[in-house]
């Protein structure tokens, strides 16, 4: 049986509650400043916490009844645009014809396929729809909410017809969406993949996060003993990965990382509970572990899904030490949630592009909202605070995990 082609990320994009593109994001979390910011898009003040991580300069779709996209799948557009100059070596902000006509010239980048995760899509395109007056709901302003919809206008903007795929499997969808582009490449399906994951805040989005009372009433404060919970946020994150062959020989201009595995399962526990002895957790970092072919000890950084919820950060914890055994405790933790809050369907693609940046420049981003003298004895990890953590980290296994106990994980390497 034929090896698997290696498969590397050549580009990177980024829309997120530090800014517009891959730097800004970068920035955010190296000089540890919180993205959070009071909600404007809607009323917020009946919520659990009116704070949240909003992205600046995308406003509302527009009236009822107009036919525009969503702010989703514009934050989705914008972090493709970047990933696809970044990977062809195009200045950034090229127009979206330049773009197109890069791709058109770039081997098999006009077949590339598309996979996005995402929690909920354009929500916000479909609220303004069903508010319209009877009259005024047509097919074409609703479909500006289904996912497919950002997909296609993703591929249409840039001339790519490969095969998409659009998942939902809640906030493990990003890091899914890395793994199953990672098998179209690995399986011959493609040669080039781009892996998206976005999602947008809207008064259903919040309203329901709200109710679920995982949202926290004061800050995000991972391993923390004084930790209530999450906030939640909005952004895109979009990676273009390739086969090493086709990024060979169209000379790509750089190679962020190689992915060397991926794994995904579920608990079957419950809608929204995590499983309390992390078994599917556990089942997930080996899985990933043992597709890339890495023992447990050349994993040099853990960037953790570390909601800052009281459940999930002792129960990732006890996954760790269950399969990394007295070295859980050694291995720095990256967990940036703490900076930019949750991202939802786009959390895992903008946390996993910032464990490429960690690999690239040996620094793992400050942990905000944990205070040392507080930190839960049940959660006895690594986890730099006050300045980033620097060191030579070559591997980095990234975990994401969501409600209905659905869990992604891929380890990461320096190319």
Request: hydrophobic share 45%.
């Amino acid at each position: 049986m034929a090896e698997a082609p290696a498969v590397l990320i050549t580009g990177l994009g980024c829309v997120s509650p530090h800014g517009r593109g891959v730097a800004a994001l970068w920035a955010g979390l190296l000089e540890g400043r919180t993205a959070f910011r009071p909600v404007t898009l809607f009323d917020a003040s009946m919520f659990r916490n009116p704070l949240a991580g909003i992205v600046e300069g995308y406003p509302p779709s527009g009236a009822a009844g107009k036919i525009s996209p969503s702010r989703a799948t514009r934050m989705l557009l914008e972090a493709a645009a970047e990933a696809l100059c970044d990977g062809l070596g195009l200045p950034p902000a090229s127009a979206a014809a330049d773009i197109a006509a890069a791709v058109a010239g770039s081997g098999d980048l006009p077949r590339a396929a598309i996979v996005t995760g995402t929690n909920f899509g354009g929500m916000s395109a479909a609220e303004t729809a069903l508010t319209a007056g009877a009259g005024d709901i047509t097919k074409a302003s609703l479909e500006q909410y289904l996912f497919g919809s950002s997909a296609r206008a993703l591929a249409e903007r840039f001339g790519i017809a490969g095969p998409r795929l659009n998942l939902s499997l809640s906030c493990a969808s990003g890091t899914a969406a890395i793994g199953l582009a990672c098998d179209m490449i690995r399986t011959g399906r493609a040669q080039a993949a781009l892996a998206c994951g976005f999602d947008e805040l809207s008064l259903f989005v919040y309203a329901g996060l709200s109710a679920l009372r995982a949202m926290t009433p004061d800050t995000v404060r991972p391993f923390d003993q004084r930790r209530k919970g999450t906030l939640f946020s909005e952004g895109a994150g979009v990676m273009l990965l390739e086969s090493a062959a086709h990024a060979g020989a169209r000379k790509a201009p750089r190679i962020y990382a190689r992915v060397l595995g991926r794994a995904m399962n579920n608990d079957a526990y419950h809608m929204t509970a995590p499983e309390q002895e992390a078994h599917g957790i556990q089942a997930l970092m080996r899985a990933a572990l043992s597709d890339a072919q890495v023992a447990p000890e050349a994993i040099a950084l853990l960037n953790l899904h570390a909601t800052g919820t009281p459940y999930n950060d002792a129960i990732e914890t006890k996954a760790v030490h269950a399969v990394f055994g007295a070295r859980g405790r050694e291995i720095p933790v990256s967990a940036v949630k703490s900076s930019i809050g949750h991202c939802m369907g786009a959390a895992g693609i903008i946390e996993a592009a910032a464990a490429v940046l960690s690999l690239r420049e040996g620094k793992a981003p400050p942990i905000l909202g944990l205070d040392p003298a507080e930190k839960d004895p049940a959660c006895d990890l690594l986890t730099p605070v006050g300045k980033p953590l620097e060191g030579s980290f070559k591997t980095v296994l990234k975990t994401s995990y969501g409600f209905g106990g659905t869990n992604a994980a891929v380890v990461l390497a320096q190319p």
